[in-house]
């Protein structure tokens, strides 16, 4: 059987609220929220009738309450897309959504189906990470894994003890960037067409949910030089260089290549090759640089080949790391998330992967003479996940 040419149509994403009782989504469910998002790709894509959507596949970290019943049936369901159509839910934390989109992209390389809805979504608020999992004991008991393995923040700090040149100053310096690109992409108003806006009811009365609560646009070197730390004392690791606790749905629309041209669709770009790699639990934070070295070498391609990447900011140290591996400008480097990113923006876990395709999309477009976008990702328990992507609207 010889794989087909997938596509990325379009792309879309609720805001990303905080976390919590003071966060816009509290009230609102995660499966209405993934509604939200497949309703807006149908009205924006209307060559695309709900009737040619046949498979719809979601990612979250927590798959119970209003994010259990297998997302990927419950939302098509609730979004009025037809019986015939198929879905499920996958999981793999941090990187559920992508994994969604590469699982959907599989099944349409391999003629399985034509056209697919694919995403992530965590209502962190409702499912604080962790809270109802069970890990099995014999990962303390028999050291498999170190206790800090199952705490982010700690493998962070983890990663500034293994990479002692990467300082506390460089994390703050990385996350001042962050918050700086992100704010300079919402004043040129880039930002918010990556989002659709929600009504939701909150305690103040009915809100427009349509920008990321989380944003700091007015952060400083030195009030990041002073936050507290709280994976350690007198750690490296703070509330200012890390990615927040927050509520996101983000998902986009695949298609085979030909199906998009029988529906006279313009495709935004093409999945040119994809692949996971593990590492140590305890520096999960890794994940990218080995996902990265085998999707480049799947793609045949090199690291200079790269116009834009997308990397998902869990923790500065992390992206930081990426950086030195592949030799990148420290601590800031223009083909790197341009738009900002996770810390400024917000990281609900398995909507992240979704999110940095959106944003490769919208920076293709922005910059026709780009060719290949690079989306990747660290994931909980010590993996990686990266994607490579061709600018379809290149001149
Ligand atoms: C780090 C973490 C514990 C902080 O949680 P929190 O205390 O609820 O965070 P807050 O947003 O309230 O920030 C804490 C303080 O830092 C301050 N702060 C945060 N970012 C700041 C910035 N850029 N500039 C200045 N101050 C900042 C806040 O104002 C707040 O100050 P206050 O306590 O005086 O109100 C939490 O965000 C976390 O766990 N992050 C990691 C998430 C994670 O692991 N994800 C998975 C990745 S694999």
């Known amino acids: 059987m010889k794989a087909r040419d997938v596509v990325l149509v379009d792309g879309i994403r609720t805001a990303f609220g905080r976390a919590g009782e003071k966060g816009f989504f509290w009230y609102t469910r995660a499966d209405d929220m993934v509604v939200k998002v497949i309703r807006e790709l149908l009205r924006r894509n209307p060559q695309v009738k709900p009737e040619m959507i046949e498979e719809n596949v979601w990612g979250a970290t927590t798959q119970e309450k209003d994010q259990g019943l ?11 897309l037809p019986v015939d159509c198929s879905g499920f839910s996958v999981d793999r934390m941090c990187a559920g959504g992508m994994t969604a989109v590469t699982c959907a992209a599989s099944e349409i390389a391999l003629g399985a189906c034509d056209i697919a809805i694919a995403g992530g979504v965590e209502h962190m608020g409702h499912h604080p990470m962790g809270a109802t999992a069970d890990p099995n004991p014999r990962f303390l008991t028999e050291r498999i894994v170190s206790e800090d393995a199952l705490v982010m923040g700690k493998t962070a700090e983890n990663l500034h003890d293994e990479f002692p040149e990467i300082t506390k100053e460089m994390s703050d310096e990385y996350a001042y960037w962050s918050q700086k ?68 749905a983000a998902g986009v629309l695949l298609m085979s290549a030909e199906k ?45 080949d790269i116009d834009i990447i997308e990397l998902n900011e869990a923790f500065a140290v992390q992206c930081l790391v990426f950086m030195k591996e592949f030799g990148f400008k420290m601590p800031n480097d223009e083909r790197i998330n341009p738009w900002g990113g996770a810390i400024a923006l917000g990281h609900p876990l ?22 290949y976008g690079l989306t990747t990702m660290c994931v909980g328990l010590g993996q990686g996940g990266a994607v490579i992507w061709e600018n379809l609207m290149r001149k």
């Open 70 to 80: 297998t997302l990927g049936r419950t939302s098509a369901i609730l979004a009025g």
């Open 181 to 248: 690109k992100a704010a300079k992409a919402y004043e040129e108003g880039k930002i918010q067409k990556t989002i659709v806006p929600m009504t939701v009811y909150t305690k103040e009365g009915w809100v427009v949910a349509d920008y990321d609560q989380q944003l700091r646009p007015d952060t400083t070197l030195e009030g990041l030089r002073n936050l507290r730390t709280p994976f350690r004392p007198l750690g490296k690791v703070t509330p200012g260089n890390a990615s927040g606790l927050n509520d996101g």
């Open 260 to 304: 998009a041209e029988q529906l006279g669709i313009q495709p935004k770009m093409r999945l040119v090759a994809y692949a996971y790699a593990g590492v140590r639990p305890e520096v999960m934070g890794l994940g990218p640089v080995p996902a990265t070295k085998k999707v480049l070498e799947k793609a045949g391609l090199t690291i200079n």
């Open 350 to 371: 398995a909507s992240s992967g979704p999110r940095l395709m959106i944003h490769m999309m919208h920076l293709f477009e922005e910059n026709p003479s780009a060719r």
